[in-house]
């Protein structure tokens, strides 16, 4: 078959949704329960690269694998969490294939799919995909109306790995816990954590026992907080025999009013919250530990995720002498470690790099619209979630400090609204642009290094699309305010133009 009748056969092939959803992460399953209960009369199909469900909770296989969030947040609002609030991979997995389960949405998605090209005909007001079937590597196409672009934030196949001197010289084995090594056996191995990140403060207590000893190598500290894995008002009212619909909600609005004041008091007195901070770890560490030096940083707390510790155990890993923490530059890698800008070596058998991710915008589709090729970051994003320049599209960007979901909710409900103004309007196209009085109005990166600043952001800022300084034109982080805003938005205004 030559060129072009193959693009025939595809184009013949092709199939059409009223809605195509990108991923079946967490954000993307939301999409779906969304769709079937508030636009039930609209096709839709969920496409995913994977194998199965959960996105994050799947590629992420390392040891002690769990959330940095509680699950009362980062579940979904319609289905109650019922366990302790730091939960396994696995029980998130659970979680979600009991929603997907209960609310038939296994028909909708289509696993194996890896989505190359989409691109956006204004003569048709429809978007093209093109996926690869990777279980048989042909070529499928897809026509839908709306995409909802729910593929997370980073690139699933590797995470990143900086180039430090002489890694090729190392004689041990060096792995990235987003690509964690089925037949890794780090029994009695001197292990070295590069990096002090959520994921080294789950992988350190979860191996600890078994290594040799284990290092946590950071350049600076990190700030973390501490605390049992046990929500007592969702025991307390499951005591009382209280409905668990009604237990979710209220720890929900708990959790989200006591993380609110957190957040403003981490503006507002950040020296106290600091104090506070540092003496939950003093009380695992005791008081001779070097804190100061270990566990001080130098920003203030939020700037950059804070991770919960479950019952402290990082400390608990550090206080029982199987791990430690160093607090240097690294110089270079050695045959035999690492060698360190104090001059000191540290021996290992396997380093592993908790060191993030690659930023991915778009999940690494090529985007066109009317043939010509997207650039993402000449876009200015309304609310995090649509883009000025690309139509009928909407991305899932979650919150960083708060649970993800509780922003892939709100999306949702914003989409199945503007999905069904768009009927009532009898318009078959929707995009965001400036209205005149936005005119003058200065645009900046994404987010605001200021307010938060992690590394895998930093180093991808000039991949996203820019931000306005007022609250419609930006990703204001900030659910507290977005839960009552995204309801009144008023889908008339000049924001949205209709076609
Ligand atoms: C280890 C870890 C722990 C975390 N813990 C928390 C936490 O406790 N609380 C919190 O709020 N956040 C947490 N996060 C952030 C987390 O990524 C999000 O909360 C959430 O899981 C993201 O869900 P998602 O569905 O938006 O994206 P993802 O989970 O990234 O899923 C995206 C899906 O899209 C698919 N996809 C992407 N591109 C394509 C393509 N081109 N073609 C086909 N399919 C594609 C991927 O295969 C994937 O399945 C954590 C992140 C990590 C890495």
New binding site residues.
Partial sequence: MDASSAANASEAAAETFDVLI?????????GAYHLTQQCPDLSFVV????DT????????RYPG?????DLY??GYRFKPWTSAP?AT?AEILKYMGEVIAENSLARHIRYR????AASWSSAENRWTIE?TRLDTGEPVRFTANFLWM?????R?AEGYTPDWPGMADFRGRVVH??TWPDDLDYRDKRVVVIGSG??AA?IIPAIAKDCAHITMLQRSPTWFFTGRNVNELADMLRALQIDETWIHEIVRKKILYDQATFTRRCVEEPEKVKEELLSAVRAHLGADYDIAKHFRPSYRPWRQRLALIPNGDLFQSIASGKASVVTDDIERFTETGILLRSGSELAADIVITATG?HL?VL???DFTIDGTKLNFADSVTYRGMMFTGVPNMAW?????R????LR?DLVGDFVCRLLKHMRVRQAKRVVVALRPEDAEMPLRDWIDPENFNPGYMMRGMHLLPKRGEKAEWQHTQDYWAEKDAFPAIDLDDAAFVYA
Avoid: E, M, N
């Avoid at 496409?47 to 994977?50: A, G, N, P």
């Avoid at 799919?113 to 190359?116: A, D, G, K």
């Fill in positions: 990108v991923g079946a992460g967490i954000s993307g399953i939301a496409l995913d690269s994977k469900f959960g996105g994050t909770w799947v590629t992420h694998i769990r959330s940095d969030s947040t980062f730091i991979g799919h890896l989505i190359t996926a729910c593929q997370g934030y980073y699933h816990p987003q959520a994921t789950t991710f991915c999940g690494d589709i899932v960007f979650g919150y960083f708060a649970s993800w979901t892939a």
